[in-house]
């Protein structure tokens, strides 16, 4: 047996979250069974977090204790092979035993991803959050400071989540615009439930004009989950990255003829 942590990336509008539940599909479970179909192994695939029905990852990170001959290439290759679409497993490696997605993960970097114009494209419903409305930009990046630093985020806690304390540390939080889309990054060493789409929710009311910056520092030191504002849809949010110290999958991806694409 040895213990293996993976890279993961999935399309959360194909599956009902993260965590194995009866009678939905789960990404927990479709890697479970993957696994299973492979090495003939029942195993435990733990995650370094739980994301919602519609929350996608280009970056989740689990591991799972495996018992199989394959190399972590072909492993990975033969993985992805028994996974059906809307799932992959991105990198693998062989790691220390004690080694836990969860316990051990620093931080964790989200991107909401949100679709400014007239009209939606077609092929962005579940992907992105539609907005028509016109924002203010720089009055949104000033109100997203107000975010930064460690502080009690009681205000942006969904009712009745189970949490030891709301106090969370937010190291960064950026807005990246393009011409007709933006993405709010934000990286913090943890994250209440819906935390990253109540923040969305609240800066796009910022640009709205419905509320002004000094109104997210009020809201904060309220601690009053009422008064932010609702919780943007999960189909704009991603799971960027999990941090770890010493990093994970660290080094260049090269498959058996070379870097692929243009990357060297």
């Known amino acids: 047996m040895r213990n293996v942590r993976i890279l993961v990336a999935y399309d959360g509008s194909r599956f009902h979250g993260w965590q194995r539940q009866e009678g939905f599909d789960s990404v927990q479970e479709t890697l479970e069974l993957a696994v299973l179909s492979l090495t003939s192994n029942s195993v435990s695939v733990h995650g370094a977090g739980r994301t919602d029905a519609g929350v996608h990852a280009l970056g989740q990170v689990a591991h799972f204790h495996v018992a199989s001959a394959l190399d972590d290439d072909r492993l990975r290759h033969a993985l992805n092979a028994h996974l059906p679409e809307g799932v992959t497993v991105r990198r693998l490696e062989t790691c220390a035993d004690d ?102 929710g609240t800066l796009l009311d910022v640009g709205r004009g419905k509320l002004s910056p000094d109104d997210v520092s009020a809201i904060l030191a309220s601690g009053d989950r009422s008064e932010a504002s609702a919780t943007a849809p999960p189909e704009g949010l991603y799971l960027l990255s999990v941090l770890y110290d010493p990093p994970a999958f660290t080094g260049i991806d090269r498959g058996p003829r070379g870097v692929p694409g243009m990357f060297q």
């Open 99 to 200: 080694f836990h997605a969860q316990f051990q993960a620093k931080g964790k970097r989200y991107g909401y991803r949100v679709e400014t114009g007239r009209f939606r494209l077609p092929f962005a419903p579940h992907y992105s959050h539609f907005v028509r409305d016109p924002l203010d930009l720089a009055r949104m990046r000033e109100a997203a400071a107000r975010f930064l630093g460690r502080r009690d985020f009681a205000a942006l806690a969904t009712s009745g989540s189970p949490r030891r304390s709301t106090v969370r540390t937010i190291r960064s939080l950026h807005i990246v615009a393009r011409r007709s889309w933006f993405a709010i990054v934000v990286e913090g060493d943890g994250f209440l439930y819906n935390m990253v789409r109540t923040i969305a």
